[in-house]
């Protein structure tokens, strides 16, 4: 099973880039990865998904290095409304579910 | 669509009593599955189903019994339930042919 770490915490600050990386070493050759943001008392939100190199949509950025080994969630010029829990999860095929990390709790500063 | 949607929202349990939480779908999304998460943590798999009549197990399946007789509709019934299951669960469902989950807004539930 490919199991994901990520940082505990991060700070940042309104306007600023934010980058969370997360490693999962034993991602299989068929799973993707996806990216989700929780706020308190609500349930996890998708943001993006990626197989490899860059996928960029309306929210964030992620980025796969060639050997799939890790991944970056970027979140360009962050603000107030951006402080959440970030999840990196890998998924494989045939619904094979894998559980989540303990996320990354962003929390931007004023 | 309504999405993803979870009863009840919150729920009291005396230590050994049973009850079932509901979820139900209306996306026609075939995989679904349960998570718990206790305060601070993250999520854990409980159980999960590809299709109606299909369940297996996830990481923390103990004490937790699920079925899958719809498409729509994937209960998670508590057998006895313990201080230990004091938590918040989310029910998430998607599409096979993609990896985007979708959450329900959660039970909080609380066993004293």
């Known amino acids: 099973l490919a199991k994901t770490t990520q940082p505990i915490s991060m700070d940042s600050y309104e306007g600023q880039e934010v980058n969370i990386t997360c490693s999962h070493n034993n991602i299989a050759t068929n799973d993707y990865i996806t990216w989700y943001q929780q706020f308190p008392s609500q349930g996890p939100r998708f943001i993006i998904q990626g197989y490899k190199t860059k996928v960029t949509n309306e929210v964030a950025s992620l980025f796969i290095p060639a050997d799939r080994k890790s991944s970056t969630l970027s979140l360009p010029r962050v603000s107030l409304s951006d402080t959440a829990v970030y999840y990196c999860?890998?998924?494989?095929?045939?619904?094979?579910?894998?559980?989540f990390g303990g996320g990354t709790r962003l929390m931007v500063k004023p | 669509n309504a999405g993803v949607t979870q009863t009840p929202k919150f729920q009291v349990l005396k230590t050994g009593q049973s009850m079932t939480l509901q979820c139900a779908q209306d996306m026609n999304h075939e995989y679904m599955s349960w998570y718990r998460q206790d305060p601070g943590m993250g999520l854990r798999l409980i159980h999960y189903?590809?299709?109606?009549?299909?369940?297996d197990q996830g990481e923390v399946p103990n004490g937790y019994n699920v079925s899958r007789s719809t498409t729509e509709d994937f209960p998670l019934r508590l057998l006895s339930a313990a201080p230990s299951q004091t938590s918040v669960y989310f029910c998430?469902?998607?599409?096979?042919?993609?990896?985007?989950?979708?959450f329900g807004p959660g039970t909080r539930l609380t066993v004293t």
């Open positions: 189903s590809v299709g109606a009549g299909i369940t």
């Open positions: 998430a469902s998607r599409n096979p042919l993609a990896y985007e989950q979708y």
């Open positions: 999860l890998v998924v494989g095929q045939a619904g094979n579910m894998l559980t």
